[in-house]
């Protein structure tokens, strides 16, 4: 885990720059960070490791808002950090994915099903999610 990055603000579009600046300039920015090691990609981060041998690893969390250690028992529901855009992230968002390994980078992804949710206009429930789409909580 980590949790002292600050915000990414400089990644963040400014008010007049033209879409081919900015995506210049975040290239740039990208670089400098993946030099640093490809963990900073991360920004502020959590990973969970899960019975099975799957691990959760939630990513660009707001500077100091981690709320979690290594080694503590993390229980459904319970607030571990929240929203921001640290590390590569344009805007602010959470990255979240599940992996074989504790390594967000070097492990296989696992599809996710979850639970009591609606996707949007498709109408599916508990199925595998697909980038991009829409969901809603249902109760």
Known sequence: ARKDMLESDSNLQQPGESNNAFQQRWQEQQSALMKMGYKELFGNYVVIRHEGGEFSTY?????????????????????????????NSTAPHLHFQVTDGPDPIFSRGIPVVFSNIHVGILGYENVPLQSGWIVTAQP
């Not at 660009?60 to 640290?86: C, M, N, P, Y």
Request: positive net charge.
């Open 59 to 87: 990513a660009h969390f707001r500077a100091g808002s981690v709320k979690v250690e290594k080694g503590d028992v993390v229980k459904r529901g319970q607030v571990i950090g929240q929203l921001g855009h640290t590390g």
